[in-house]
């Protein structure tokens, strides 16, 4: 089964971090590309930088009355939901007081058009 795996770290913890503390977390997150669960991931622009559409309106930032914004995330091929958990303790947004959001894709067939 797929999962997404929404990363929402703690805001300002990887900014606090010096460029030697850095370079291993980013190391880490960079890893998990190469383990075979992994389809895909990207890092996100800070939320400042997004636009929002809502109802023909656009609005500059997000639209959410949080502290917590999506900053990346991974999308896995895993056996259960135990086995994307497994995954998202390798995340180093963990460890840095954040959270990551386990969500099974929906799965669509695709139809065979010929």
């Given at each position: ?39 895909a991931?990207?890092h996100?622009?800070?939320g ?67």
């Amino acid at each position: 089964m797929k999962y997404a795996l929404l990363i929402y770290p703690e805001p300002g913890s990887h900014e606090a971090l010096s460029p030697e503390e850095y370079a291993p977390v980013n190391a880490a997150y960079l890893a998990l590309r190469n383990d075979p669960r992994c389809l895909a991931g990207a890092h996100l622009q800070p939320g400042q930088t997004a636009t929002t559409v809502r109802d023909g309106m656009i609005t500059d930032g997000p639209f959410a009355d949080t502290k917590e914004v999506l900053a990346g995330y991974y999308v896995v091929e895993a056996t259960d939901l135990d086995d994307a958990i497994e995954f998202t303790r390798k995340i180093p947004a963990i460890g840095l007081g954040g959270a990551v959001e386990v969500r099974p894709l929906v799965h669509v067939p695709v139809e065979d058009s010929f």
